[in-house]
Structures are given as structure tokens and as C-alpha cells.
């Protein structure tokens, strides 16, 4: 079975704070993403990577960044978190079989609260 | 763009009854459609996906029939049961042949299941 993990399930960080996010994939897949999830609003994509060191913007990048220095692990970063960003984020990985990519398959999500 | 919407909960049914979540989605080409579950706590789960018009998908007594002509993707049940509450999310991707990328999700629809 795919394992997605993530580093917390809650988290509680301050106004202006660096706060990392990490998720770990054991499948060797290529593609990995980074979703926020909020009430009314469904999933909306911050950032997707598609191989070790690259990365794509999604459809709300701002306040964001990732790195993706190893295949298995892709970090969504905060650089200085805000109220705002208080939401449930969730990690998903999806890979190549057949020449066709498979389903996504998401981790747990981390709750994360800024103060 | 392309883009998913589904009817907004939350919807409240007793044990037994008969589900329908409506999907209805816009998109240029030929998308593959999905619905993803997120029980209580958990990461989001595909629970059925279709890939071309026509299609039905199936998983676990759910049901949902890609109608191009309708651009719907109603999500169905018989008989719900209490272990059926979750949120369910409607998604698309543009990449045709049930393969993933990028994903559009609609806004996900609560369901409670009352013994």
C-alpha cells in the first residue's frame, strides 16, 4: 500500500514565524503536491512538484514556497505565517504506471493554526 | 477554466436511505472525472473514478455514470449506512484515459448518517 505521511497532524505557530510542513512518500513516485483545504471552499493547489527540484506554482502560491531535494519528500514552507494561512493542509503523491499516472494518494493532513 | 461544482451540504439522511450528490463540471476536451472521501480525521480516499462518457464508476455500493451530454457525475447509493459519513468531493483532470494530474475539486458535500 502507498504511504503518505506528514510531520504533524496539529500544529500551532505564531504571527511571523518560518514554519515547515513535511511530507514523505514511499512509493518512489514523481509527482507530489501540496493542497490547503478550507470549509466552502474544497481543495485548492499551492504548489506541485513533478521531479526532484522542480516545482510548479498552483492556484495560490502566495505566502507559500516548497523544496523537493529528494524524491520521497516534498516541504511546503511558510515563510512568515499569517492568520490566514490557518487552514488543514494536505499532501498528495501520485505516480507513473504503464505509462499512465495513478490516482493520487493523499496523507492524513496537518491542522495548522497561526495565533 | 474548468471547474467543478457539486451541491452544497450538509445533508442529514436516517440509515437506509437513498443518497444522490450532484456533480456537475465544465471543461474543454475530454476529462476524466473522480470522487474522492475524506472520513472523519483522515486524508482523502478515491472512492470511484470514470474516465469517458458513458462510463460508471463503483465502489463500495456507490455509483456515478459520466453523462456528457448533461456534463454531470452524480454520486448514488441504495442504502447508506452510518459508517457512510464523511465528506465526498467531486474532482476532474484534463488528462483523458483515467490517468491524474492536476486535479479540480468541487467544494465537497457532509454527509451524516442517523442510526
Known amino acids: 500500500d502507498v504511504k503518505v505521511t506528514q510531520s504533524s497532524r496539529y500544529l500551532v505557530k505564531r504571527t511571523g514565524e518560518k514554519v515547515f510542513l513535511e511530507c514523505v512518500q514511499d512509493m518512489d513516485h514523481e509527482n507530489m503536491f501540496w493542497y490547503r483545504q478550507d470549509p466552502g471552499l474544497g481543495l485548492r493547489l499551492i504548489y506541485f512538484?513533478?521531479?526532484?527540484?522542480?516545482?510548479e506554482k498552483g492556484d495560490i502560491p502566495e505566502g507559500y514556497s516548497v523544496s523537493r531535494e529528494k524524491k520521497e519528500r516534498f516541504s511546503l514552507i511558510l515563510e512568515s505565517a499569517s492568520t490566514n494561512q490557518t487552514s488543514m493542509y494536505l499532501c498528495?503523491?501520485?505516480?507513473?504506471?504503464?505509462?499512465?499516472?495513478?490516482?493520487?494518494?493523499f496523507g492524513p493532513g496537518t491542522r495548522l493554526t497561526v495565533t | 477554466g474548468d471547474s467543478v461544482t457539486q451541491m452544497e451540504g450538509p445533508v442529514t439522511l436516517s440509515e437506509e436511505a437513498f443518497l444522490t450528490i450532484n456533480c456537475t463540471y465544465t471543461a474543454t476536451g475530454y476529462p476524466s472525472l473522480f470522487w474522492y472521501v475524506q472520513y472523519p480525521g483522515e486524508g482523502l480516499q478515491l472512492l470511484l473514478k470514470a474516465t469517458k462518457a458513458d462510463d460508471k464508476g463503483s465502489n463500495k455500493g456507490f455509483e456515478a455514470t459520466y453523462r456528457k451530454e448533461t456534463t454531470s457525475f452524480h454520486l448514488e447509493k441504495g442504502s447508506v449506512q452510518v459508517s457512510d459519513s464523511a465528506v465526498y468531493f467531486c474532482?476532474?483532470?484534463?488528462?483523458?484515459?483515467?490517468?491524474?494530474?492536476?486535479?479540480?475539486f468541487g467544494k465537497g458535500t457532509k454527509l451524516s448518517v442517523k442510526p
Open positions: 512538484s513533478y521531479d526532484v527540484k522542480m516545482k
Open positions: 474532482a476532474l483532470s484534463d488528462r483523458g484515459g483515467g490517468s491524474q494530474g492536476n486535479l479540480i
Open positions: 498528495a503523491s501520485l505516480g507513473l504506471a504503464g505509462g499512465k499516472l495513478r490516482e493520487q494518494y
